[in-house]
């Protein structure tokens, strides 16, 4: 799969068509996906609420769409209508974005800026289970599924979390926390406390954090199409 198809007309066609929702303030938060003319990120871009048309229409893996709706959804009002074509100019026709979501959700999952819960004693090795099974679709190979058990089991709640990978410090904390479970029962009720913990530091700064999580996936995005050259 590569961006757009590899056709610039085709990226051009959606910046375009997200510019005038934007300009006719039809770019909504907390509405419905596409009603009326008028949508999220997502909707405003296909018209539906259907994310796997982006991998279709634009050429680009459903899992970064789904990463837009959520950035989208948590940034402040402004830079959220200013969001979707910020998003799709970042992307060159032709790039291959296959990794770039894994790398957002390794990202989240080792980076104590973003998550600062990952270096609680008691999740940190759990997270550093699921930061490892990442290391392959981050390098665009499989995963490894001939791993030892906590590390498949790791595998398996990383990607299932992977849609929601840009809500970050209380989810990774919970993540963790379930990975944990499964070595070691005993510890999930002082696992589970620390992702209460993190929820709350979580809300004192969730606007810088989803604007964090915005400039990263850019800078992902970015560095896939300089890969190119």
Not at 208 to 216: L, N, P, V
Request: charged content about 20%.
């Amino acid at each position: 799969m590569r961006a757009y198809h590899g056709d610039p007309a085709i990226k051009a066609e959606y910046l375009a068509r997200v510019a005038a929702h934007r300009a006719a303030d039809e770019l909504l938060q907390g509405y419905a996906y596409w009603r009326d003319g008028k949508g999220c990120a997502v909707g405003c871009t296909i018209h539906s609420d259907d994310h796997a048309r982006y991998e279709t229409a634009l050429g680009i893996p459903r899992m970064l769409a789904c990463l837009e709706d959520a950035i989208f959804e948590g940034l402040p009002q402004a830079a959220a209508r200013a969001w979707p074509e910020r998003f799709l100019a970042a992307i060159e026709p032709g790039t291959d974005l296959s990794r770039v979501g894994w790398q957002l959700l390794r990202w989240l999952l080792t980076d104590p800026g973003i998550n600062p819960g990952i270096e609680h004693p008691l999740v940190a090795e759990a997270v550093r289970q699921c930061a490892a099974v990442l290391e392959s679709p981050c390098a665009g190979r499989p995963i490894d599924v001939s791993a030892p058990y906590a590390a498949r089991i790791a595998a398996r709640i990383a990607a299932r979390s992977a849609s929601y990978a840009a809500r970050s410090a209380p989810y990774a904390a919970r993540i963790a926390a379930e990975s944990a479970s499964y070595a070691a029962d005993a510890a999930w009720s002082a696992a589970e406390s620390a992702s209460y913990a993190a929820d709350a530091a979580w809300s004192a700064a969730e606007s810088a954090a989803w604007q964090m999580i915005g400039d990263k996936l850019i800078g992902l995005l970015t560095a896939a199409t300089m890969a190119r050259h």
